[in-house]
């Protein structure tokens, strides 16, 4: 007898059940929104030749079904540095990618979209924060790499957090 033509039961359970098999992809990405201000750039070049900047950064995510399984999802970076009291500069982007997700299961959709994709994302949004900040007079803004798996943890147990918290009694008169 052949071995070749034996299949586990397994993978016989995981083809029956998804003949086709978990298929992810990306379909596009693009940048959605680019803002860079320099408010008052001759005062705050001047300090910061002498003091370093403080930095503000924000990253948000959001996420939301287009198609039948396609998917956006908008990776959103925030930074404001400050020199003393004045505003250096803001920079604001929304990156976002197009998502093909085809035979993926409910409970794998989210953390699909909302650790993997941005992941992906992230590299291009850097370098272009990093290009604004440059072109903008400043010295670019390389951002640290964004732990989006820890993030996501922190976010499904506040949320189960909330959820388990006892709620106050409301009444109406």
Same mark, same amino acid.
């Given at each position: 007898?052949?071995?070749?033509?034996?299949?586990?039961?397994?993978?016989?359970?995981?083809?029956?059940?998804?003949?086709?098999?978990?298929?992810?992809?990306?379909?596009?990405?693009?940048?959605?929104?680019?803002?860079?201000?320099?408010?008052?750039?001759?005062?705050?070049?001047?300090?910061?030749?002498?003091?370093?900047?403080?930095?503000?950064?924000?990253?948000?995510?959001?996420?939301?079904?287009?198609?039948?399984?396609?998917?956006?999802?908008?990776?959103?970076?925030?930074?404001?540095?400050?020199?003393?009291?004045?505003?250096?500069?803001?920079?604001?982007?929304?990156?976002?990618?197009?998502?093909? +997700?085809?035979?993926?299961? *409910?409970?794998?959709? &989210?953390?699909?979209?909302?650790? /993997? #994709? !941005?992941?992906?994302?992230?590299?291009?949004?850097?370098?272009?924060?990093?290009?604004?900040?440059?072109?903008?007079?400043?010295?670019?803004?390389?951002?640290?790499?964004?732990?989006? +798996?820890?993030?996501?943890? *922190?976010?499904?147990? &506040?949320?189960?957090?909330?959820? /388990? #918290? !006892?709620?106050?009694?409301?009444?109406?008169?």
């Amino acid at each position: 007898m052949s071995e070749e033509n034996e299949t586990k039961p397994a993978e016989q359970a995981a083809e029956t059940k998804n003949p086709e098999g978990i298929q992810v992809g990306i379909l596009g990405q693009y940048i959605k929104d680019l803002s860079f201000e320099n408010p008052t750039p001759a005062q705050t070049l001047q300090k910061l030749a002498n003091e370093k900047p403080t930095m503000d950064i924000n990253v948000n995510l959001n996420a939301r079904q287009l198609g039948e399984e396609v998917y956006e999802v908008d990776l959103k970076i925030n930074s404001t540095a400050k020199a003393g009291e004045d505003t250096a500069f803001v920079v604001e982007l929304v990156y976002s990618g197009l998502f093909g +997700a085809k035979n993926v299961p *409910q409970e794998a959709l &989210q953390p699909f979209l909302m650790i /993997e #994709a !941005p992941r992906m994302l992230f590299p291009f949004a850097r370098r272009i924060v990093a290009d604004a900040t440059r072109d903008g007079g400043f010295p670019p803004l390389m951002l640290e790499p964004i732990d989006f +798996a820890g993030l996501y943890a *922190q976010q499904v147990q &506040q949320a189960k957090a909330q959820a /388990e #918290a !006892p709620q106050d009694d409301i009444t109406v008169n």
